[in-house]
């Protein structure tokens, strides 16, 4: 079974906010908010959801906020790393924190971007997402939302 | 007059600065924001450093600053502008290099057998191409560090590495310590497609580096003992080189 994982921060995401400026300065104006998840997927043969939170390598409960489903309120860019193939996070979870059922990890960025009313918001996500939030020649993104 | 050009997070200025200096050229660092005298300098550095915090990914917000415009202009008018480390990574992502207008690359996360992310080391370059450049004038091999997490040049072009090659764009590749190109970690520290460390413009007066020939400019610098650590190391070549583009030119 498939679960994700969607990670963010609970205080102020400076990132998120960097990017929201980089964005306007673009000339992208009718972005006026961006939001910031850490997305993984895992495969596994049981409920996983308990462990995930278990342990601090994924989860902080002190200063992240985590979440078994998209919480998208305008247009999601999911952005991964071509060739990133998890090894050592996966080694990290099935070998010393236990979660032994996990056979497959893959993770990315999340960001949510919300638009002013009136525009084609997902023709501006994607041109954000091609000149910023993705670099073609190692990461693919995909739109959500 | 050369400009260090600091960005928020830029950590080696004063370094590459001092090796400007040893070089024989006058330099002064100068804030990404502080684009008053910007056209009075002969040439640029962008030094090494996590320029705004590394952020969506290394080098991307820096190279959409104003600043980096402006050095898209100097650029074409013939100027020397260096980027080391992360300033190798603006320049990249700039599309200042290779150069021809648009993102054609990416310094992407290290391919590493020993760790993920950061990793510093010693390595080996090696000139690979006889194009005339503005930082040509270098030792064949010279032993450098590196110390980065996103050093990877890659790309999904398929033709770009060959015209690359045959326009003598790959001006450094990482070797071992006899000068054979790298196949492999350690010599190659971070995957990077044909163990390219830097890549100039067709032009040759922008280069892109990820090792760091400032923290190779004196040998007290380098590995081992030596008589007069004053002495200049091999990364000073490069500077000496921009000094000498700049006086000819």
């Known amino acids: 079974m498939k679960t994700e994982l969607f990670v963010r921060l609970k205080v102020v995401d400076t990132t998120a906010l960097t990017a929201l400026t980089a964005i306007q300065e673009m000339g992208f104006t009718d972005c006026v908010e961006v939001k910031r998840d850490v997305y993984y997927a895992f495969e596994s043969d049981v409920d996983i959801s308990k462990s995930l939170l ?28 071509a060739d990133d193939d998890c090894s050592a996070l996966l080694h990290t979870l099935t070998e010393r924190l236990g979660i032994s059922s996990i056979t497959h990890v893959s993770r990315g960025v999340l960001w949510t971007l919300r638009f002013k009313e009136g525009v084609d918001s997902t023709l501006i996500a994607e041109k954000i997402a091609r000149g910023l939030l993705s670099n073609e020649h190692y990461q693919k993104f995909v739109i959500l939302g | 007059m050369i400009a260090v050009l600091m960005f928020p997070g830029s950590n080696c200025e004063n370094e590459t600065k001092l090796a ?23 040439g640029y550095v962008l030094p090494g450093g996590w320029s705004y915090e590394d952020r969506i990914r290394a080098g991307v917000i820096a190279s959409k600053d104003t600043v980096v415009a402006f050095l898209k202009k100097e650029a074409a008018a013939g100027k020397p502008i260096l980027g080391i480390c992360n300033g190798c990574q603006i320049l990249v992502e700039a599309g200042l290099v290779p150069g021809n207008g648009k993102l054609e690359m990416a310094v992407a996360r ?14 080996h370059m090696k000139k690979t191409s006889s194009l005339k450049t503005a930082f040509s004038a270098v030792d064949d091999v010279m032993a450098i560090p590196i110390a ?25 590749r990482y070797c071992d310590a006899g000068g054979d190109v790298a196949t492999s970690f350690p010599d190659n520290p971070n ?14 007066n922008v280069l892109a580096m990820m090792p760091h020939p400032e923290r190779a400019a004196w ?31």
């Open chain 2, 20 to 42: 400007c200096e040893k070089a024989g050229m006058k330099a002064e660092i100068v804030r990404w924001n502080d684009v008053s005298k910007l056209g009075s300098y002969s």
């Open chain 2, 110 to 123: 290290n391919e590493n057998p020993l760790v993920s992310g950061y990793y510093c080391s010693w390595v």
């Open chain 2, 148 to 172: 980065h997490g996103e050093g990877r040049f890659v790309t999904n072009d398929t033709e770009l590495l060959a015209a690359l090659e045959e326009n003598g764009q790959i001006l450094f």
């Open chain 2, 191 to 204: 995957g990077s497609s044909g163990a390219i460390a830097g890549i100039c413009n067709k032009e040759g």
């Open chain 1, 54 to 81: 278990g342990v601090d390598v994924l989860v902080n409960a002190n200063k992240h906020a985590a979440r078994f489903s998209a919480d998208v309120t305008g247009v999601g860019v999911l952005v991964t790393d």
């Open chain 2, 219 to 249: 040998m007290r610098q380098m590995p081992g003992e030596h008589a007069d650590g004053e002495e200049a190391g091999p990364g000073l070549r490069i500077f000496e080189s921009m000094k000498r583009y700049i006086d000819e030119n």
